[in-house]
C-alpha cells in the first residue's frame, strides 16, 4: 500500500460484567447497528433519527455494562458511515454523555467513551460545533491525563485529545495548552514533595509522543521562539536511547518533524530577535547549543539506522526502526523527504505525502480510525482537504451524503493546515539553499 520506505504504524492500548438482562441490551445495541446501516444506505432520514435515540437513550442506562456495549456500537458506526448529517443537531446530548461516561465510567466506559468524542469531532469536520467539543472535553480529558490511571485511560484520553484539538482549535494559544498537557506525560515535573516524579510507561510514554507530535503538525507559520524548543528537543533526543523501541521511533519522528518546521534553525528567527529581547551573547549560544543538538541527533540517527539484531530480536520491528532512522537520517543530511501512498478507490484517487508533517498525520489518523480510514478518506471532507485529496465520488453522492461536504468555514480551516506545511516546508528548503 505504500512505496518501498515506510515508517511503522504504532498503536495504543475492571470491565463490569453482563448478565441476562445486559445481553438483551447488548443484542438490542447491535440490532440498531445493522438499522443504522439499512436506514443510511436507503437515507431514512427518520428511521437513522429514531436509531440514534435509541443509542442516546441507552447511554442513560445506570447499569455499565449497557452503556459501553453502547458506546462500542456507536463507535463501529462512526468508523462505518460518516454521519454527519445525522449528528450535527444532537451533538451536544451526545458530547455530554460521552464526557460524563469519561467522568464516572470503568476503564473499559473512559475509553470507548474518550474515542467516540474523537470521533464525533471528525465526523463533524472544522467549525463552531468541533470548537465546542474541545472546549467542553478538555478539562476532562486534562484531568484524566493529571491523575495518571492506568495505561489504557492515559492513552485513549491522549489520542481523544490530540483529535479534538486537532479539528477544533482556533489558534495556537488553544493548540499549545493540549501540547502542553501532552508533554506532562512525556516529560513530568517533580511535584510539591521531593522524589514524587512519575514516569510514564513506555506504551504511554511512545502514544504522549505520536499524539503531541501530531499536534505540533499544525503549527505551520505561527512564529515561535526557538529557545522554547531547547529543552523539549534535548529531552526528545535523550529518548533515542531508551530501551523501548517503540518509545526509540515515536522520539525519532517527532525530531524529524522538529527538523521539517525548523525550531533547530536559529537563524529561521532573526526577525524576531529585537521583539524577543535576545541579546547578541544569548543568541550565539543558543545557536551553539543547537548545533550540537543537531549534531548529536544526526549521530544517534545513524546508530540505531544500523543497530544489530541481539539473540530473540524482534525482526520485523528492528526492521522499522532502521528503516524509520534511516529516512531520518536522510533528511537531516540531505533534505530527502519521505514519501508514501495510499489508494483511496478506483484508479485515480490515491492519497499521497511528501512530508514528514503529512507522514505522521497520516500515520495518526490512520491508526486511530482503524478499520473506517478509508471510509472517511474517501468520504470525508475534512480528511479529504487535509489531504488535498480530489475523488470522483462526489458525482455520485446520495443528498445525505452530500452533507458530508462541509462549509466554508471547515474547508478554510483544513486548507489553512495544507497552506501552513507548504510553507514551512518552503521556508526549509530555502535555508537549505542558502547554506
Known amino acids: ?36 446501516s439499512i436506514s443510511y444506505a436507503t437515507e431514512q432520514v427518520n428511521s437513522q433519527e429514531f436509531v440514534l435515540d435509541k443509542y442516546i437513550d441507552a447511554l442513560y442506562e445506570k447499569r455499565g455494562s449497557t452503556r459501553e456495549a453502547t458506546l462500542s456500537q456507536l463507535a463501529d458506526a462512526f468508523e462505518s458511515f460518516v454521519l454527519h448529517g445525522l449528528v450535527e443537531n444532537k451533538y451536544a446530548t451526545l458530547l455530554s454523555l460521552f464526557n460524563n461516561s469519561i467522568k464516572k465510567g470503568s476503564t473499559k466506559e473512559t475509553c470507548l467513551a474518550s474515542r467516540a468524542i474523537g470521533l464525533l469531532a471528525l465526523t463533524l469536520g472544522a ?25 489504557s485511560k492515559m492513552i485513549s484520553a491522549l489520542d481523544c485529545l490530540a483529535v479534538v484539538t486537532f479539528v477544533g482549535a482556533a489558534d495556537l494559544a488553544e493548540t499549545e495548552l493540549s501540547l502542553k498537557a501532552m508533554w506532562d506525560v512525556i516529560h513530568p515535573k517533580s511535584g510539591s514533595n521531593v522524589g514524587t516524579i512519575r514516569k510514564p510507561r513506555p506504551p504511554v510514554l511512545a502514544a504522549a509522543i505520536s499524539a503531541w507530535a501530531f499536534l505540533l503538525t499544525t503549527i505551520g507559520s505561527w512564529r515561535i521562539n526557538t529557545d522554547n524548543w531547547k529543552e523539549p528537543i534535548a529531552f526528545l533526543s535523550v529518548l533515542l536511547g531508551a530501551e523501548d523501541r517503540a518509545v526509540r521511533m515515536a522520539a525519532g519522528e517527532a525530531l524529524a518533524l522538529c527538523f521539517e518546521l525548523n525550531l533547530l534553525d536559529v537563524s529561521f528567527y532573526e526577525d524576531g530577535d529585537v ?18 543538538l543537531k549534531a548529536k541527533i544526526s549521530s544517534l540517527a545513524s546508530n540505531l539506522s544500523m543497530e544489530a539484531g541481539g539473540k530473540g530480536a524482534d525482526k520485523k520491528n528492528l526492521t522499522d526502526q532502521r528503516d524509520l532512522f534511516q529516512r531520518i537520517l536522510d533528511f537531516v543530511k540531505y533534505g530527502e523527504c519521505p514519501e508514501e501512498s495510499v489508494k483511496v478507490s478506483g484508479k485515480r484517487d490515491v492519497l499521497r505525502v511528501s512530508s514528514w508533517s503529512e507522514l505522521i498525520q497520516l500515520n495518526f489518523l490512520r491508526r486511530f480510525l482503524g478499520r ?10 475534512l480528511l479529504q482537504d487535509v489531504f488535498d485529496i480530489k475523488t470522483d465520488t462526489a458525482e455520485t453522492l446520495s443528498s445525505t451524503d452530500k452533507k458530508i461536504f462541509r462549509s466554508g468555514e471547515e474547508k478554510g480551516r483544513a486548507l489553512k493546515l495544507n497552506k501552513d506545511r507548504r510553507l514551512a516546508q518552503e521556508r526549509k528548503n530555502a535555508a537549505m539553499l542558502n547554506e
Do not use: C
Request: charged share 25%; glycine share 14%.
Open 1 to 36: 500500500m505504500g512505496k518501498s520506505k515506510k515508517s511503522k504504524v504504532r498503536g495504543g492500548g475492571g470491565d463490569d460484567l453482563i448478565d441476562n438482562s445486559d445481553a438483551d441490551s447488548v443484542g438490542s445495541s447491535s440490532t440498531a447497528l445493522s438499522d443504522l
Open 127 to 151: 467549525g463552531s460545533s468541533s470548537h465546542e467539543i474541545m472546549e467542553e472535553s478538555h478539562a476532562q480529558l486534562s484531568r484524566v491525563l493529571q491523575t495518571w490511571p492506568d495505561a
Open 275 to 292: 521583539e524577543n529581547g535576545e541579546t547578541g551573547g544569548s543568541k550565539t549560544k543558543l545557536f551553539l547549543d543547537m548545533q550540537a
Open 372 to 381: 473506517g480510514f478509508l471510509k472517511h478518506v474517501q468520504e470525508n471532507g
